[in-house]
């Protein structure tokens, strides 16, 4: 792992300004934490006068033959103005082999997600749902990716306080628990 994740990982305050650069269009207004849960961050902004609120956490560990790597985290995002909920975003910290998915192992469950440059995302909102139920009942996660170089990572989050946060992200958008 490179010295810039190391120093970065306690830095809560850098972790925001990557979640906000990282996520905010040219024409959103700034986020606005909401709270720390565990190891989960959540934020809401504004779109063009619609909130978005969405929660981030970075990889605990981060595996692979690699000399230099990217910011990696994953984001949970709701755009309810959109109906779009629960939309998962993982970035890589590198541009992923083209063609290729990523596989998310949370507990005993496998998803499968598609690959967009040094992005996965899931195949469909169904699967969303599905990754965002086994995150809430599991511990951890484990994203397994190859890059353009043909480098397998793995790297494995914790869900301590994806609940709380979750939660937290429904309250502030206003949308109701499934």
């Known amino acids: 792992m490179n010295g810039v994740m190391e120093i970065l990982r306690p830095a809560t305050a850098a972790f925001a300004l990557i979640l ?13 934490p909401i709270g720390n849960f565990g190891d989960w ?23 692979g033959k690699y000399k ?22 993982i970035k890589a910290g590198y541009t992923y ?4 998915e990523v596989d998310v192992v ?3 469950a496998t998803f499968k997600m598609f690959t967009d440059a040094g992005h996965a995302f899931a195949y469909d909102s169904k699967t969303d749902g599905a990754i965002v139920k086994a995150m809430i009942r599991g511990a951890r996660m484990i994203v397994k990716g190859t890059s353009s170089r043909g480098t397998l ?4 989050y914790s869900l301590k306080g994806f ?16």
Request: include cysteine; charge should be positive.
């Open 20 to 32: 906000i650069v990282a996520t905010a269009p040219a024409h959103a207004q700034d986020a606005v």
């Open 153 to 156: 990572t793995t790297d494995t």
């Open 163 to 178: 609940t709380a946060a979750y939660k937290a992200i429904n309250k502030a958008c206003e949308v109701k628990a499934k």
């Open 106 to 108: 949370i507990g005993g």
């Open 41 to 63: 961050e959540t934020y809401k902004e504004s779109e063009g006068g619609k909130a978005v609120c969405y929660m981030g956490s970075q990889p605990k560990k981060a595996k």
């Open 68 to 89: 230099k790597r990217g910011e990696t985290y994953i984001l949970v995002t709701h755009r309810p103005a959109e109906k779009s909920l629960d939309v998962i975003s």
């Open 97 to 100: 082999q083209s063609g290729s």
